[in-house]
């Protein structure tokens, strides 16, 4: 039987959002709050992007097939929390697309061994197509660091 690795398991982001209102409001209130325990970064920019990939119906439709515990699992709940990637800067949407023609297999597989990890069981055909037809991909630019550990 295959092992199955539930990546909702952990504490929803949601969970972790201290205060109330907006993404500006947020930040100022935690910087102004001495009883979190946290000193202030200044944002670092880094040389990445990001890449946020979410499953498409394809992706739980087979999910659901190989796994009998997924059978009520929805699309909003799969993707409540998305896999980030950091990914190359792209000066041009072209650039994104040859890159993502060349590292799809490793987003691809990736997303289907942290959901079942059953080998046998993945899709025979794993082209761009059909990554494109399972899973959503957006590239965001500014990705900033804010923390003083190393990455």
């Not at 001495?34 to 439709?61: C, W, Y």
Request: glycine content about 6%; some cysteine; aromatic content about 12%.
């Amino acid at each position: 039987m295959a092992q199955m690795t539930n990546r909702g398991g952990g504490v929803p982001s949601r969970a972790l959002t201290q205060g109330h209102g907006s993404p500006d409001s947020k930040s100022s209130s935690l910087r102004n709050t001495p009883d979190l325990g946290h000193k202030f970064m200044e944002p670092t920019e880094i040389n990445r992007s990001a890449l946020i990939a979410t499953v498409k119906q394809p992706f739980l439709d087979w999910l659901r097939a190989v796994d009998s515990t997924s059978k009520n699992i929805n699309l909003s709940e799969i993707n409540c929390e998305p896999t980030v990637y950091l990914v190359p800067e792209f000066e041009a949407e072209g650039e994104f697309a040859e890159w993502l023609g060349q590292n799809y297999k490793t987003i691809f597989e990736e997303q289907l061994a942290g959901w079942w990890t059953d080998r046998s069981s993945w899709p025979t055909i794993r082209s761009i197509e059909v990554f494109q037809d399972w899973f959503e991909c957006r590239i965001y630019s500014m990705v900033f660091d804010l923390d003083d550990g190393p990455l």
